[in-house]
């Protein structure tokens, strides 16, 4: 090979490696722009400050609990709260309820979703505590939805709900489980989630939302877990009538 076409292919190769490193560089420094924009993006990320309720979050920027559920509605839902015969006179109110909720709107507690899924929410959680507060019952005056936050406690707490025979989670030793505040706790899972979805359509009619759109899948009877944890092989249990090994 004659010493001409020889230098030409060493420049060439070098013209080539030269580029090689110019495209890596140019394709590195492309990437390392685009990492930088997403990190600036992410830490430019629109935030909104509407005062005491809710301030410094992309939450804030939509529409907060004050914008959609006003004094009167609050009164409506929970009406016969403060009724003689209620448990808890005085107790519940609606700038309670607000306060309390301020603490989480910044982080997402009824601020996402837009308008429906925001009032779907709010008549949710409602839901959930009128049920578990209630002193209605069938035949009382405006039926047993009627009576939401009428308790703030359970009436009987020597009333325990630990099961000794129960091992697979049990209570831990030396605590007491029994209802108090506005969501406690209760055995009868499947009746008590059937109130709770009455409960949750009844707000969605006064809030003049409709129980027609309350969503699907509203009980726990059918659903998959979400994500699952893995049980351990000492966990499995056996099938088919098949003894375990060993």
């Given at each position: 090979m004659k010493r001409k076409t020889r230098n030409k292919i060493v420049v060439t190769v070098l013209?080539?490696?030269?580029?090689a490193v110019l495209i890596g560089g140019t394709l590195?420094?492309?990437?390392?722009?685009?990492?930088?924009?997403?990190?600036?993006?992410?830490?430019?990320?629109?935030?909104?400050?509407?005062?005491?309720?809710?301030?410094?979050?992309?939450?804030?920027?939509?529409?907060?609990i004050t914008d959609f559920f006003k004094v009167y509605q609050f009164e409506n839902l929970f009406a016969k709260r403060n009724f003689p015969v209620a448990k808890a006179v005085g107790f519940w109110d609606y700038q309670a309820f607000i306060t309390a909720a301020s603490l989480f709107e910044n982080q997402g507690f009824c601020t996402t979703g837009g308008i429906d899924m925001q009032m779907m929410e709010l008549c949710a959680f409602l839901g959930h505590v009128g049920a578990k507060t209630s002193c209605g019952y069938?035949?009382?005056?405006?039926?047993?939805?009627?009576?939401?936050?009428?308790?703030?406690?359970?009436?009987?707490p020597d009333q325990g709900y630990c099961d000794d025979s129960y091992t697979q989670w049990p209570c831990v030793k030396g605590a007491e489980y029994y209802g108090r505040g506005a969501i406690p706790v209760y055995w009868g899972f499947i009746d008590e989630m059937n109130v709770?979805?009455?409960?949750?359509?009844?707000?969605?009619?006064l809030m003049g939302f409709g129980r027609?759109?309350?969503?699907?899948?509203l009980d726990c009877a059918e659903q998959a877990p979400f994500n699952p944890a893995p049980k351990k092989d000492d966990e499995q249990q056996p099938t088919g009538g098949q003894k375990p090994s060993g």
């Amino acid at each position: 090979m004659k010493r001409k076409t020889r230098n030409k292919i060493v420049v060439t190769v070098l013209l080539l490696g030269a580029a090689a490193v110019l495209i890596g560089g140019t394709l590195a420094l492309i990437l390392t722009a685009g990492t930088w924009k997403v990190k600036l993006k992410e830490s430019q990320e629109k935030v909104c400050n509407k005062g005491w309720e809710c301030s410094g979050t992309k939450y804030c920027c939509n529409q907060t609990i004050t914008d959609f559920f006003k004094v009167y509605q609050f009164e409506n839902l929970f009406a016969k709260r403060n009724f003689p015969v209620a448990k808890a006179v005085g107790f519940w109110d609606y700038q309670a309820f607000i306060t309390a909720a301020s603490l989480f709107e910044n982080q997402g507690f009824c601020t996402t979703g837009g308008i429906d899924m925001q009032m779907m929410e709010l008549c949710a959680f409602l839901g959930h505590v009128g049920a578990k507060t209630s002193c209605g019952y069938g035949v009382a005056t405006g039926g047993p939805t009627a009576w939401g936050l009428c308790y703030n406690h359970e009436m009987s707490p020597d009333q325990g709900y630990c099961d000794d025979s129960y091992t697979q989670w049990p209570c831990v030793k030396g605590a007491e489980y029994y209802g108090r505040g506005a969501i406690p706790v209760y055995w009868g899972f499947i009746d008590e989630m059937n109130v709770i979805i009455s409960h949750y359509q009844y707000y969605l009619d006064l809030m003049g939302f409709g129980r027609e759109r309350s969503g699907l899948n509203l009980d726990c009877a059918e659903q998959a877990p979400f994500n699952p944890a893995p049980k351990k092989d000492d966990e499995q249990q056996p099938t088919g009538g098949q003894k375990p090994s060993g």
